[in-house]
């Protein structure tokens, strides 16, 4: 057990230096700029291997994300109460500023921003993302047509919430300025959620 903890760890930080100097060039060059093999020969790794690990280039900006694609369907499964338990997720990221929420101005997130939705190729894998957090989320809420609408108003709300804190961060506005309004827009969308959706609870727990 060990031994597969040394090997699984050694792979996350194998995962994360390649991530890490893949965006590193992109952000001093721009993305279609950068070659995956100068991004390999600078992460001391052949290109064969890169691929192994990444296999798009794409995949080496999106790496940082990936992690959040199932996040909403993990707090959905285990809870009898999906809708307040991603309600109350979302409202700790904003008061830790998990830059998922869009309400982070530290320089290097708001240039990997840029990055992300700056290059095309990047905004149509961003939308797969989030297309897969959707239907993540609709399985863990049941699968039916129900859930898969229910899920489809979640995850937009979430990401409209965000690009709302991006866009104001963007403008040149304070963490601290724009926390009061993301809070209370954030407790006004999820309001409006449980409104629309009384009976998703129920869904998620016949599933489970």
Not at 59 to 65: A, G
Not at 143 to 152: H, P, T
Not at 160 to 177: D, P, S, T, Y
């Amino acid at each position: 057990m060990e031994e597969m903890g040394l090997r699984e760890r050694k792979k996350r930080r194998m995962y994360q230096d390649v991530s890490d100097t893949a965006v590193r060039l992109f952000l001093e060059r721009g993305f279609d700029a950068v070659s995956v093999a100068e991004v390999a020969a600078a992460a001391g790794i052949s290109k064969p291997t890169l691929f192994r690990y990444f296999p798009t280039k794409e995949d080496l900006v999106l790496h940082r994300i990936a992690d959040h694609e199932t996040e909403a369907a993990r707090l959905a499964a285990g809870t009898a109460e999906p809708l307040d338990a991603l309600r109350r997720n979302f409202l700790d990221g904003l008061e830790r500023c998990d830059p998922v929420t869009g309400l982070n101005d530290h320089p290097q997130v708001l240039a990997f921003h840029t990055l992300l939705y700056g290059t095309p190729a990047l905004v149509a894998r961003v939308y797969r993302h989030l297309e897969r957090s959707e239907e993540a989320l609709a399985e863990a809420l049941g699968g039916s047509l129900d859930a898969r609408l229910a899920a489809g108003q979640i995850i937009a709300v979430q990401r409209i919430l965000a690009q709302e804190n991006w866009r104001r961060i963007a403008a040149g506005e304070g963490v601290e300025q724009v926390r009061p309004d993301a809070v209370r827009a954030a407790e006004q969308a999820f309001g409006r959620l449980a409104a629309g959706l009384p009976g998703l609870a129920g869904q998620a727990s016949e599933s489970q």
